[in-house]
């Protein structure tokens, strides 16, 4: 005699069929939550860190290229910090570093006294919610190392290694009148400084307004002469993401001697 098969769960037992029930068991967003938050901070701290990272404009020295001005909403740009991985910053290069110590004048610390408040702070800091409590600032190569620069040429024009530069850029400068105002006359333009040769490793910068700067010029007398160490260059400043009315890329025109 046949068996007969038991009825397979779900099933009546006149064998009629009926659809099987399964409750699946769902993960409360409440203890999910803190598994995405820290996964977020973390992807933030390796983008930042690694690939990319968001600066506020805070003065006028780059103007017009980058907007910033006390009391007003700065620009804020995407500066990358890839390229200068597998290159060194060039002529042109829209740069962010960090100051040397003799740059750090009029710098001021954001860090609270309060020793619990001071660790969120840095702790925000690694993530990218809170700024570096650092010196960074924003400014322009004009020469790499070996080279010499110097102003002007008669024409009021930076010379690098003997040659003028090209710098479209520039739209606010020291006046500077041949035969009138220049570096040979005894009244002497704001734009003239005497030859520098830039160090093996460093750069020499210039904010593109000339005449509100506080760059590489400014801090001649120092123990670098007022160059840069590009393992103080954080990043090269691609584009402005805010405000919505300032969106675009930074222009970095492969500038040289004519």
């Known amino acids: 005699m046949a068996q007969t098969l038991p009825p397979e769960s779900g099933s009546e037992p006149d064998g009629s069929q009926q659809p099987v029930k399964k409750e699946k068991k769902q993960r409360s967003f409440w203890r999910e939550l803190p598994i995405l938050i820290v996964v977020a901070l973390l992807l933030s701290f390796l983008l930042q860190t690694f690939i990319a990272r968001v600066y506020l404009i805070p003065s006028e020295s780059m103007e017009p290229t980058l907007h910033g001005c006390a009391g007003c909403t700065g620009d804020r740009i995407v500066v990358e910090k890839v390229s200068f991985r597998f290159g060194d910053p060039q002529p042109g290069d829209v740069v962010v570093f960090k100051g040397p110590e003799s740059w750090d004048g009029d710098f001021v610390s954001t860090r609270s006294s309060n020793t619990i408040k001071r660790g969120f702070q840095e702790l925000g800091s690694l993530v990218g919610l809170v700024a570096p409590d650092e010196n960074d600032l924003v ?11 110097q102003c002007c040429d008669d024409q009021g024009r930076v010379l690098v290694d003997g040659k003028p530069l090209d710098e479209p850029y520039i739209k606010m400068d020291f006046p500077f009148t041949p035969g009138q105002q220049t570096c040979d006359t ?3 333009s704001g734009r003239c400084f005497d030859p520098v040769t830039v160090p093996e ?15 590489s010029r400014y801090h001649v007398g120092d123990e670098l002469q007022g160059t840069i160490p590009i393992d103080n260059v954080i990043g090269k400043a691609q584009l402005i993401v805010l405000p919505p009315s300032r969106w675009g890329l930074l222009d970095s025109p492969a500038i040289q001697g004519q």
């Open 186 to 188: 005894p009244l002497k």
């Open 201 to 215: 490793g460093n750069v020499w910068v210039m904010g593109d307004n000339r005449s509100n700067s506080a760059d």
């Open 139 to 149: 400014k322009r190569v004009i020469a790499t190392g070996g080279q010499t620069v």
